[in-house]
Nanobody, 115 residues
Framework: QVHLVESGGGLVQAGGSLILSCAAS????????MGWYRQAPGKQRELVAT???????TYADSVKGRFSASRDTAKNMMYLQMSSLKPEDTAVYYC?????????WGQGTQVTVSS
């Protein structure tokens, strides 16, 4: 079982920045990939950024150059640094871990960008 807890969401004006954090209660054993997703009202959950244990990081085209995902394996933490935020970035943001063949999700943290 993997427990994920996100924090750092909030209300920000367009052009602003936020940093999301995710605390993961898991070891690296069996972890296939980790990352961030988001879900806007009325839309499907979509990938924001994902990185494999091998170190590759992939970003959605919509956030490239504005968001940066990182992780601290020693602390079992993931981070999503978001800058130049746009109203269309408004969503609930989830951290994700795939361990062996199971997907785990946090409870989500709301990010609202006002125009």
């Amino acid at each position: 079982q993997v427990h994920l807890v996100e924090s750092g969401g909030g209300l920000v004006q367009a052009g602003g920045s936020l940093i999301l954090s995710c605390a993961a209660s898991t070891t690296r054993l069996g972890v296939k990939n980790m990352g961030w997703y988001r879900q806007a009202p009325g839309k499907q959950r979509e990938l924001v950024a994902t990185f494999t244990i091998g170190g590759t990081t992939t970003y959605a085209d919509s956030v490239k150059g504005r968001f940066s995902a990182s992780r601290d394996t020693a602390k079992n933490m993931m981070y999503l640094q978001m800058s130049s935020l746009k109203p269309e970035d408004t969503a609930v943001y989830y951290c994700h871990v795939r361990k062996y063949s199971t997907n785990y999700w946090g409870q989500g943290t709301q990010v609202t960008v006002s125009s």
